[in-house]
């Protein structure tokens, strides 16, 4: 599975915008965020598939679906408790 492609980046860009407005998120490269000095969040995509390694829990990433409008809704929910948690 290939990290997210620049053109896939871009059709996301609205949940991309909202993610870095987040407290305490750093983007290194573009879909790339850090927390704490730890990768937290980046974009993988299979195919038409489009999926999101998060590190809810230390030390493994969850891996979410983020292809369709309401996988991103659930996917920056999740995100934004993690932050706040």
Do not use: N
Not at 26 to 49: D, I, M, N, T
Not at 58 to 75: I, N
Request: aromatic share 8%.
């Amino acid at each position: 599975m290939k990290h997210a492609s620049v053109e896939t980046l871009t059709a996301i860009a609205p949940l991309l915008r909202k993610i870095r407005m987040l407290p305490g998120m750093q983007e290194k490269k573009p879909g790339v965020f850090y927390r704490r000095s730890k990768a937290f969040l980046h974009f993988h995509e299979e195919g038409a598939c489009l999926y999101a390694d998060v590190r809810l829990k230390e030390p493994d990433f969850d891996r979410m679906p983020a292809s369709s409008a309401q996988d991103q809704r659930v996917l920056f929910k999740t995100i934004q408790d993690a932050v706040d948690g």
